[in-house]
């Protein structure tokens, strides 16, 4: 979710850079940043911490100012339109999610298909880039269409939105469809190497709004 349909992730660039400037200390290149996107918050922020050897937490970012990325909200109504079934994955623990979009409505009828990085049923040591959390939103989805009796969905039918490179490959040990939309300036510091990376089923895009719906048939 975050850094795919909503800003969290310039939020956090400029949140630490803050916090870094106090030490006189410049905030990360592209290049090690991309270690960091799509893990659980309290990794990135340890990862950050080791990486300027430093003892002390950084502020509280600034999460309640996220916004729906450019493209993501007409893509929401327009799958939700359509009568595709969606489910909402993200790294963070459940009330990290409830701060960064308290704020917005978009995600509200989603709220019986979210899974957040501290749902009990992923292992510890089963986050990205392993897919259980994958599974976890399939099964909210099947788990609803057993109800109403529907056919249930194969994760090969699936769809997954991706920003960051751990998602990217969770997303291919799940065998799902995924559309990488990486940020325009990890794209630059990965330097062409996006495209090794893109898994099989996948594709890459600059922006949600470029996503056509057509191609999938609908």
């Not at 359509?82 to 989603?110: C, E, N, Q, W």
């Not at 939309?181 to 996948?202: D, I, S, T, W, Y």
Request: glycine share 6%.
């Amino acid at each position: 979710m975050g850094g795919t349909l909503i800003n969290t992730g310039d939020i956090y660039t400029e949140a630490s850079a803050i916090v870094l400037a106090k030490y006189a200390l410049h905030f990360l290149s592209w290049n090690i940043k991309l270690d960091f996107q799509g893990r659980p918050r309290l990794d990135a922020t340890r990862r950050l911490l080791a990486h300027y050897n430093l003892d002390v937490p950084p502020e509280q970012f600034a999460q309640e100012t996220a916004e729906l990325l450019d493209g993501a909200l007409k893509l929401l109504h327009a799958l939700k339109d359509k009568g595709v079934p969606i489910a909402l994955r993200t790294s963070s623990a459940k009330d990290k999610y409830h701060m960064k979009t308290a704020h917005l409505s978009s995600f509200d009828f989603l709220e019986h298909h979210i899974v957040t990085g501290d749902d009990s049923r992923i292992a510890l040591g089963r986050g990205k880039p392993e897919p259980d959390i994958w599974y976890l939103c399939l099964e909210s989805i099947n788990e609803e269409h057993r109800a109403q009796v529907l056919d249930c969905t194969a994760m090969e039918e699936c769809l997954i939105f991706e920003d960051g490179i751990p998602g990217v490959i969770s997303t291919k040990n799940s065998n799902a469809h995924v559309t990488w939309v990486p940020h325009p300036e990890a794209v630059v510091a990965m330097n062409g190497k996006q495209h090794e990376m893109l898994p099989e089923r996948g594709k890459l895009l600059a922006s949600l709004r470029d996503f056509d719906l057509a191609k999938y048939g609908l």
